[in-house]
């Protein structure tokens, strides 16, 4: 391979990222070698599903309607993580060099198997298992998550609207709830808590119009993810999940903190604790390890895997903070994936062309 290839970070997807937009996202071309890898990890996930009595990936892939049983955490998760595997695998090596991996939330998941640091079978494993944690435990599904942006319409760092999450959590607190931010996630703070700390929170927060969309925004159907609210859901995780095949990566991969797993310096047990304990419990930092990425690797290319565009915006405004190559808006950075796109989002054609053969 010719060094001329270009060197790109890949960034993997959360759980809001598979819409009735993508519903067919798994029938995309995809190599015979890596076609068969793929289908043949989902048929033994299908296997398992179809034992719990859930339905198969392709079915709900290919379904009429993304119905609201289908985006149940037992449903969704392992969907997501096929498609985000089908976009990894489908990346044309020969003119594109991965030098390292991020996820956000979920998506540290489907990082774990971009880096090397577990088999895509594993990996279903996980997925599917920490997915269906609010199906299959007592408490079912603990808690909630509620989005607010602490950017401007420019994409760039408010002061006032960061000072407003803030004040929101303190009176939460004030009142004898438990909340606290989830995640860090570009331009946007997800905020954590039960039902009345989520409701003092939404009530604390000045309404706001972004685009077409209303903040604060409840995410239904979501737990209090990356919050000690999940203990129960950690304490089975590390139960179920302990004896997979946990290893060094092969990439760089760039965790919830910043952190950095390197492929001759990870220890696999530390790993797997990070992941089934850690960053459950505690606020995923994705701002953090974008900007980690950027500074150490300095990809030509990040590229933002499938399924779904959820991730372009917040990789944006990371790189607007950081003043990426001049990036200094959201004008400037419109201008520059106009000319010259650094970002490629698998979700469009026009910039998947860039990093995908044929």
Known sequence: ??????????????????????????????????????????AAVDEQRATAGLPALGEIDGADRLSAAHQAGENISSLILACTALDFLSIDTSRVEVVAAAGN??????ALFCGGALSLEDTFTLVQT?????????????????LYPTVGE???????????????????AAGGHRAGCSIHFGGFAVVWGDEAALATAEAALPVLQMGSRSYPLRLRGHAAFHSPLLQPYSDRGVAQLSDIGWHQPALPMIDGRGHQWRPLSTDPAALRDYTLRTQVLETYDFTASIRVAMREYAPDLVLCLGPGDSLGAAVAQ???????????????????QAGSPLLVSFARPEQRALAVAG
């Open 1 to 42: 391979m010719s060094d001329s290839r270009q060197r790109a970070l890949v960034v993997c997807p959360g759980r809001r990222s598979y819409t009735s937009a993508e519903q067919g996202y798994l029938r995309r071309p995809l190599a015979d070698t890596s076609r068969t890898q793929l289908d043949e990890a989902i």
């Open 154 to 172: 420019d994409w760039r760092h408010d002061p006032t609207r960061e000072a407003a999450v803030a004040s929101a959590l303190q009176t939460a």
């Open 318 to 336: 990371v790189l607007i903070a950081e003043g990426w190559q001049g990036i200094a808006d959201r004008d400037t950075f419109t201008a520059r």
């Open 130 to 146: 920490m997915g269906s944690m609010a199906r299959d435990t007592p408490e079912g599904l603990i808690g909630g998550q509620l």
């Open 105 to 110: 939330s979920m998506g540290w998941y489907s």
